[in-house]
């Protein structure tokens, strides 16, 4: 499966900038998740990833192939780039069944009925909703919408598979549920998934690497273990850490530091992390430790 570079790119929407020269580079076969502040760019950047949205600057490839260009104008439509999108609300067609919703990707691409209808059982099977088939979307709970939707997405087996926030509509055991599904369906299809949240948990659970995004520009990029227990970034560390930061000076290779914002100076503790030169600037988190 390929992988998804962007460069430089940037979304204005009048006199806000959305994203702010952005480069990233999706890997193949895992799963990237995109983490970040309401408002920090997260959507705008999938949904251009997606061609749903047209960048300022910049450049989109998925694989080899250039997908968006603002230098030559070059902008491939939605539908050409091979990209499977799951939102938050899930939009089923209400006059159409399960399987009819799954089928309609297919036959918009001009697959013949008896071939989607074999290629739509089997995804419904994949999501657990076999024996659903005839069922209409206002006969289904949260869940099974969003898997029918999970379904659709999955059906034309795209190359790359942009979730947002798809699951932040339901509740939280039946999120939990979902989101070792979509893990067990990544490994099964090794597809490379991008999933935007501002879930700590769900980024947990799923993330192979992860992104976290501040005011449209790319805040920090790691592997998803590391910036989720000690990432390099202050803030970063106060968005997912709840953390204290703590800013002062190292002497005699231990930590004696002023306290920002902490409730007992007491904690103040011998640890550090980077390991710190005597003398060196201090920037040390609470929970690293
Ligand atoms: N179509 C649009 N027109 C104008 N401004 C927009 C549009 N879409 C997004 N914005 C603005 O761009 C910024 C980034 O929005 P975006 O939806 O990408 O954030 P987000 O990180 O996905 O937030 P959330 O977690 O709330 O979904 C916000 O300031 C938003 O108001
Ligand atoms: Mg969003």
């Not at 997260?42 to 603002?70: C, H, N, Y």
């Not at 998803?224 to 968005?239: K, M, N």
Request: aromatic fraction near 4%.
């Amino acid at each position: 499966m390929p992988d998804v570079t962007v460069e430089e790119l940037s979304v204005r929407f009048g006199s806000t900038e959305a994203v702010r020269r952005v480069t990233l580079r999706v890997p193949s076969d895992r799963i990237t998740v995109i983490l970040g502040p309401s408002g920090s760019g997260k959507s705008t950047l999938l949904r251009s990833v997606a061609g749903l949205v047209e960048p300022t600057t910049g450049t989109i490839r998925v694989g080899d192939r250039v997908m968006f260009d603002a230098s030559r104008r070059l902008n491939v439509p939605p539908e050409q780039r091979q990209l499977g999108m799951v939102f938050q609300s899930h939009a089923l067609w209400p006059h159409m069944n399960v399987l009819e919703n799954v089928m309609f990707p297919l036959r918009q691409r001009r697959v013949d009925r008896a071939e989607a209808h074999v290629r739509a059982a089997r995804v419904l099977n994949m999501v657990g909703l076999e024996g659903s088939e005839t069922r209409y979307p206002g006969q289904l709970s949260g869940g099974e919408s969003q898997r029918v939707s999970l379904a659709r997405a999955l059906v034309y087996e795209p190359l790359v598979l942009l979730f947002d926030e798809p699951l932040s509509s339901l509740d939280a055991p039946i999120r939990a549920q979902m989101r070792r599904e979509i893990r067990s369906m990544q490994e099964g299809l090794q597809t490379t998934m991008v999933y935007v949240t501002h879930d700590r948990a769900e980024a947990e659970e799923l993330a192979d690497t992860l992104v976290v995004m501040r005011r449209g520009a790319i805040e920090e990029i790691g592997q998803a273990d590391q910036v989720l227990t000690r990432p390099a970034s202050p803030f970063t560390a106060d968005f997912l850490l709840d953390a204290i930061i703590v800013r002062g000076r190292c002497t005699e290779g231990r930590v004696r530091a002023g306290w920002i914002d902490a409730p007992d100076p007491v904690r103040q503790r011998n640890h550090a992390h980077p390991p710190l030169g005597r003398g060196g600037p201090l920037r040390y988190c609470s929970d690293w430790v």
